[in-house]
């Protein structure tokens, strides 16, 4: 009988081990993923300060050229 407790609780260890390996190459899975998206997220942020910097840029000059009537 002890024997057999011996051999569930070794195997429950073995099996919690087993869990939180995957949990943590699953961690280190969506830390990649979410470094990726941080990175997209920083160049369509850059992307859109552009065109609005143009935009303003383009609304400005349109100013000038109207400014004379």
Not at 30 to 46: G, H, K, P, W
Request: net charge negative.
């Amino acid at each position: 009988m002890r024997n057999k407790t011996y051999y569930e609780m070794y195997d429950l260890l073995t099996q919690s081990m087993s869990l939180n390996h995957k949990m943590i190459d699953k961690i280190e899975e969506l830390r990649s993923e979410n470094a990726i998206l941080y990175r997209q997220i920083e160049e369509c942020r850059d992307t859109l300060r552009t065109l609005i910097s143009k935009d303003f840029e383009s609304s400005n000059d349109n100013k000038r050229l109207f400014s004379f009537c």
